[in-house]
């Protein structure tokens, strides 16, 4: 029973990044259901078991996408006591997603698709994405992160567009969802954004060790 | 003879604006040539002595929306001395395209779009709009008016990421491309991005003049 259930879970998460990858190669309206099951290896009737049509399909790409981003945010929030670098943080692990995760990418692109952009029931990303930073940004400057003269408003307006562009960008060449890309949008923005006394503290490059700052020649 | 002429690039004008609205309403793909006629109000006849098919609409959109961004970019060239004011001021006119001008939204869109992805006749609207930011940065260098620090590769990551981000926020929501927010965001980096000398001579806000700072309570 166990190992049924097991083998139901992995037909179900091979299914969605079938269609992750499908949605995102060919688009969503001419994508069929057997490209999808042939995609991911199992039979039409093993597809009608776990979903009913396209939609449906769509719909667990995006909220799977959205568990991965509700995680990444939670994961930044238990990590840092500075709100500035749980965003900093945050971004770099939205990166990663993007850069390696098809199911998170479609769920971001998915939700900008005009056949899923008047579904009531799609979950919007983008949207969750933007209220986390601006609450992130408002308490870094409730308390006192960032410089003086810079409101949380337009740090989020700055912050969430960029975000926005290198995930879009980050389709076609992922050169833009890179760790050293984002490292060094950090390193631009970080003097204007944060307070003197915080930005020695910061780290542009988010968790881990520092990428190498230039690719080697060989 | 003239007035013939006149009607039919009036009638082109009327089936690339629909067919660019169409896009954007439903997406490409389900997008038909006679929901298009319809919308313009031309009969299926007109539009194939115009069109030979959807890409080639698609086509027209996209290079007609090149050439108004062509067309922002040559005026901003012709405008200013100053290569960060350049940029500023073309950003606020694009914007405003983007805002007003259904051709020019859907010629962005339409490049970022699955089944348009693969076309090789399709005119890479961002990567037109990157190339140019890119430029106006490195004359912006040459010409000492980026701060101490700030490369033109780093300066060109974040306004052209950030300028794609308003671009696909703008589509839901029409702040994103609003005067008002650009200039909060040129309010932003120019601190950042400016050297000191030249930060005093720049405006946030591009030509005209400036929008008011709060929307008045009634």
Redesign the interface.
Same mark, same amino acid.
């Given at each position: 029973m166990m190992v049924q259930q097991e083998r139901a879970a992995r037909t179900r998460q091979s299914l969605m990044r079938a269609a992750a990858e499908a949605?995102? =190669?060919?688009?969503? *309206? @001419?994508t069929t259901l057997s490209t999808i099951s042939r995609r991911a290896g199992v039979s039409n009737g093993a597809l009608h078991f776990h979903f009913e049509n396209k939609h449906d399909l769509a719909r667990a790409v995006e909220a799977a996408a959205a568990d991965t981003v509700r995680a990444i945010t939670v994961a930044a929030e238990q990590r840092q006591d500075s709100a500035l670098q749980r965003l900093i943080d945050a971004t770099h692990a939205l990166m990663n997603s993007l850069d390696e995760d098809a199911v998170v990418r479609a769920g971001f692109e998915l939700v900008?698709?005009? @056949?899923r #952009?008047g579904e009531t029931e799609a979950t919007d990303l #983008?949207g969750e994405w933007q209220h986390w930073i601006d609450m992130v940004l408002h308490t870094a400057k409730d308390n006192g992160e960032l410089a003086d003269g *810079?409101s949380a408003? =337009?740090?989020c307006?700055?912050v969430?567009?960029?975000? *926005?562009?290198?995930e *879009?960008?980050g389709?076609?060449d992922p050169k833009?969802v890179s760790r050293r890309?984002l490292s060094?949008?950090w =390193?631009?923005?970080l @003097?204007?954004l944060a307070s003197p006394e915080r930005l020695p503290e910061l780290v542009p490059h988010g968790p881990g060790p520092a990428a190498p700052a230039h690719t080697p020649h060989p």
């Open positions: 949605f995102a =190669e060919d688009g969503f *309206v @001419p900008g698709t005009a @056949p #952009r #983008r *810079v408003a =337009e740090a307006t700055a969430v567009a960029a975000t *926005v562009g290198f *879009v960008l389709i076609k833009w890309t060094q949008y =390193e631009l923005m @003097p204007r």
